[in-house]
C-alpha cells in the first residue's frame, strides 16, 4: 500500500484555530446540550474553522442570492475526482449516483431499495447508535454480528448470520459502517473482498456508510466497498459532513455499483427534493478544493491520538484504547475503571467532561465511552484531566 501523501503546506491545522471561549459562542448540538461547565467532548463536530474553499463557495452563494433549489451534478463529479485521485478509484460513475439529504436518510432509501418491510438488517456493534434507530424507523429488524475482540470484523459471526438472516428465504441487508464508527477500523481489501463474497453466496445486500472515508491517518488506506471484486452489487452512501464539518449543511451522495445503477435509478425522485442546495456547494467545494485543508487537519488529528494514548497512559492508566487508523473517534474501554456499565454517565456528573456513552452502540458497549478527537490539544489534556478528577472522585480508578 502506498502512503498517501499528505500535503499540509501552507496550511494550519485548523484543530488549533479556535479558543475555547469562540467555540463556546456556538449554538449547535456539541456546544448547546450541557451546561457551560461542562467539556464537551462527544458528539461528531469539529472544533475546527470551516475550510476557506467552503467558506467562499457558501458566502458568495449568499452574495449573489444562489439559495433556490439544486441542479446538476457538480457534487457527484467532485467525489468522482476526489475518489480518483485519493482512492485510486476512478470507477465512480457520476450516472450511477443520486443526491440524498444526509447519509442516513440516504440509507433508509438504499434499504427501502433491496429490502422489504420486516427483512433483515445486518450490523456489527458495538456501532453508531442510529444505524439501529434508522434501520427500525425503516420498518426492517436488526440483526448484530458483533466486531471480533480486536474491533475488526469477525467474518465468521458475519457469514454465520448472513446464513441465519437468510435461511428462511427471505430478503436481507448489511449495513456496512466503512471506517467504522466508534472503533476507527479501517477494513481492509481482503476483508471487504470476504463480505462480498459472503454477500454473493447468501444474497444479501450491502449498503455501505462510507462517511468517514477521507477521514483515514497515516499508512492506512480507505478502500471504497464498490471497488473490491464482487462488491459490484453494492450501495454506498458518500458525504463532505464529517472530513469538513458540514453537518449543518446537509447533503449526501448514494453510489451504485455497476451491478445496482437500475435500483439506484428506482430510488423515488422526490427523495432529491430534501438536500439544501447550499449544502450541495459546500460540500462540492470541501471535494474540489479542500484537500489541503483535509491534510492538515490529517496531521492534526494523528497527533491528537499520539497524545491521547500518553495522556491516557499517565492519567487513566485502566483505561484501555486502542487507536484506530480512521474517524476522529476514539473508543475507550473504561471497564477496568470500576464505573460500571456508563462511565461515561460517571465522567460527566464527577468531572464535568462530556463524552457519549457506550450502552446505545449496541453489544460491546457497556463499559465504553467515545471521546472525540476532532479537539484543540489543550482541550483533549483537559478532557483526560477531567476523566482521571471523575474516576476520582467515584472512587472506582484502580491504576
Ligand atoms: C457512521 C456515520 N454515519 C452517518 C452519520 C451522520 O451523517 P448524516 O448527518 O449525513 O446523516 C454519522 C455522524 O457522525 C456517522 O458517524
Not at 446505545?360 to 490539544?377: D, E, I, K, M
Amino acid at each position: 500500500m502506498t502512503r498517501i501523501p499528505h500535503d499540509t503546506s501552507g496550511e494550519p491545522n485548523p484543530l488549533t484555530a479556535l479558543s475555547l471561549d469562540q467555540l463556546r459562542r456556538r449554538t449547535s448540538m456539541k456546544w448547546r446540550t450541557h451546561p457551560e461547565d461542562v467539556l464537551p467532548v462527544w458528539v461528531a463536530e469539529m472544533d475546527v474553522p470551516v475550510a476557506e474553499p467552503v467558506v467562499r463557495a457558501v458566502t458568495e452563494a449568499m452574495r449573489t442570492g444562489d439559495t433556490g433549489y439544486p441542479a446538476g451534478t457538480a457534487y457527484a463529479e467532485a467525489l468522482a475526482a476526489f475518489a480518483g485521485k485519493r482512492w485510486d478509484w476512478p470507477e465512480l460513475a457520476v450516472e450511477r449516483t443520486a443526491i440524498v439529504p444526509d447519509v442516513m436518510l440516504g440509507v433508509v432509501e438504499m434499504l427501502r431499495l433491496v429490502t422489504g418491510q420486516g427483512d433483515a438488517v445486518v450490523v456489527n456493534p458495538p456501532v453508531y447508535p442510529p444505524f439501529f434507530d434508522f434501520v427500525r424507523h425503516a420498518e426492517r429488524r436488526v440483526a448484530e454480528a458483533p466486531l471480533g475482540a480486536d474491533a475488526r470484523l469477525d467474518l465468521d459471526v458475519l457469514e454465520d448470520t448472513f446464513r441465519e438472516v437468510t435461511a428462511g428465504g427471505g430478503r436481507a441487508a448489511y449495513l456496512l459502517c466503512s471506517p467504522h464508527n466508534p472503533t476507527g477500523t479501517v477494513h481492509t481489501a481482503d476483508e471487504l473482498t470476504a463480505v462480498a463474497a459472503f454477500a454473493e453466496r447468501y444474497g444479501v445486500r450491502v449498503v455501505a456508510d462510507e462517511i468517514h472515508a477521507p477521514l483515514v491517518l497515516g499508512d492506512a488506506r480507505f478502500v471504497p466497498y464498490l471497488s473490491v471484486p464482487g462488491g459490484e452489487r453494492g450501495l454506498s452512501l458518500m458525504s463532505a459532513s464529517k472530513a469538513w464539518n458540514l453537518a449543518g449543511l446537509k447533503a449526501a451522495l448514494a453510489v451504485a455499483g455497476p451491478g445496482a445503477g437500475d435500483e439506484l435509478a428506482r430510488m423515488p425522485e422526490i427523495v432529491g427534493h430534501g438536500p439544501s442546495h447550499v449544502g450541495i456547494l459546500a460540500h462540492t467545494a470541501a471535494l474540489r478544493d479542500g484537500t489541503a485543508w483535509l491534510d492538515a487537519l490529517l496531521a492534526g488529528l494523528d497527533a491528537n491520538r499520539r497524545l491521547l494514548t500518553g495522556l491516557l497512559a499517565e492519567h487513566v492508566p485502566a483505561v484501555r484504547y486502542r487507536p484506530g487508523d480512521g474517524t476522529y473517534l476514539a473508543w475507550l474501554d473504561c471497564r477496568d475503571l470500576g464505573l460500571g456499565d456508563d462511565p461515561a454517565a460517571a465522567f460527566l456528573a464527577h468531572g464535568r467532561v462530556a463524552l457519549t456513552g457506550g450502552l446505545p452502540f449496541g453489544t460491546g458497549g457497556a463499559g465504553h465511552a467515545r471521546l472525540n478527537l476532532a479537539t484543540s490539544p489543550e482541550v483533549l489534556t483537559e478532557a483526560v484531566r477531567r476523566m482521571a478528577e471523575a474516576a476520582r472522585a467515584a472512587g472506582g480508578a484502580r491504576g
